[in-house]
C-alpha cells in the first residue's frame, strides 16, 4: 500500500480552505473597522483620564513657565478629527474653558478617518480645577452636568462609538 494524497483528497481539502476563507473574508473588514473605532474611544477615553490625573497631582507644566496652571483641559469640536490638551492659563487665574490664549500642550488627532461626529455643544471645554479636580464641562455659556461625544468614521457613520463624562469626573465608552 503507497502513502500520500491523492488527487481527490487534496482538491477536497483546497475547497474546505477555499469555502472557509470565502465566508470569513467579508467579516473580516466590518471587525477591523469596529476594533479601530473601539481603539480610537479607548484611547481619547484614556487621555481624559490623563488630564484629571495631570490635575489631581498638579502637574507643572513646562510651556507656562515652570508653574502648576489653575487646570487642565480637553478642548473638541464636532467635525473634528482632533482634540487638544491645554493648561487653562488665560486669564492668569484661569476661567475654566478653553480659548485662544490657554497653552496647548498637546493635539491628539483620532486618526483612520474618525472623527467626532455629535457632542452638543458643538466646540467643548471638559476642564479640571486642582486640587479635587472640580470638573467643568461646556463652553463660556453653559455649564453641563454631562456630555455625551460621538465619534464614528467619515465613511461610514453608521459606526459609531459614545464617550460619557459628568460632572463628578467619571469617563467612561460605550
Same mark, same amino acid.
Given at each position: 500500500?503507497?502513502?500520500?494524497?491523492?488527487?481527490?483528497?487534496?482538491?477536497?481539502?483546497?475547497?474546505?480552505?477555499?469555502?472557509?476563507?470565502?465566508?470569513?473574508?467579508?467579516?473580516?473588514?466590518?471587525?477591523?473597522?469596529?476594533?479601530?473605532?473601539?481603539?480610537?474611544?479607548?484611547?481619547?477615553?484614556?487621555?481624559?483620564?490623563?488630564?484629571?490625573?495631570?490635575?489631581?497631582?498638579? @502637574? #507643572?507644566?513646562?510651556?507656562? !513657565? &515652570?508653574?502648576?496652571?489653575?487646570?487642565?483641559? =480637553?478642548?473638541?469640536?464636532?467635525?473634528? +478629527?482632533?482634540?487638544?490638551?491645554?493648561?487653562?492659563?488665560?486669564?492668569?487665574?484661569?476661567?475654566?474653558?478653553?480659548?485662544?490664549?490657554?497653552?496647548?500642550?498637546?493635539?491628539?488627532?483620532?486618526?483612520?478617518?474618525?472623527?467626532?461626529?455629535?457632542?452638543?455643544?458643538?466646540?467643548?471645554?471638559?476642564?479640571?480645577?486642582?486640587?479635587?479636580?472640580?470638573? @467643568? #464641562?461646556?463652553?463660556?455659556? !453653559? &455649564?453641563?452636568?454631562?456630555?455625551?461625544?460621538? =465619534?464614528?468614521?467619515?465613511?461610514?457613520? +453608521?459606526?459609531?462609538?459614545?464617550?460619557?463624562?459628568?460632572?463628578?469626573?467619571?469617563?467612561?465608552?460605550?
Amino acid at each position: 500500500m503507497k502513502k500520500g494524497f491523492t488527487l481527490i483528497e487534496l482538491l477536497t481539502v483546497l475547497a474546505i480552505i477555499f469555502t472557509l476563507t470565502s465566508i470569513s473574508f467579508p467579516f473580516y473588514r466590518t471587525v477591523q473597522k469596529q476594533y479601530i473605532l473601539e481603539s480610537a474611544a479607548q484611547k481619547f477615553v484614556q487621555d481624559i483620564r490623563r488630564v484629571q490625573e495631570m490635575a489631581i497631582s498638579a @502637574r #507643572i507644566c513646562g510651556p507656562c !513657565q &515652570n508653574r502648576v496652571p489653575p487646570g487642565y483641559g =480637553i478642548y473638541l469640536q464636532q467635525g473634528g +478629527s482632533s482634540y487638544l490638551i491645554y493648561a487653562d492659563t488665560n486669564p492668569p487665574q484661569g476661567n475654566e474653558r478653553y480659548d485662544g490664549g490657554d497653552r496647548i500642550i498637546e493635539e491628539i488627532y483620532f486618526g483612520g478617518e474618525i472623527f467626532i461626529s455629535s457632542v452638543n455643544p458643538s466646540s467643548l471645554s471638559i476642564n479640571f480645577k486642582p486640587p479635587d479636580p472640580k470638573v @467643568r #464641562i461646556g463652553n463660556e455659556s !453653559q &455649564n453641563l452636568t454631562e456630555v455625551s461625544i460621538v =465619534i464614528s468614521f467619515l465613511n461610514d457613520t +453608521s459606526k459609531t462609538k459614545t464617550i460619557r463624562v459628568n460632572k463628578a469626573g467619571l469617563v467612561y465608552a460605550e
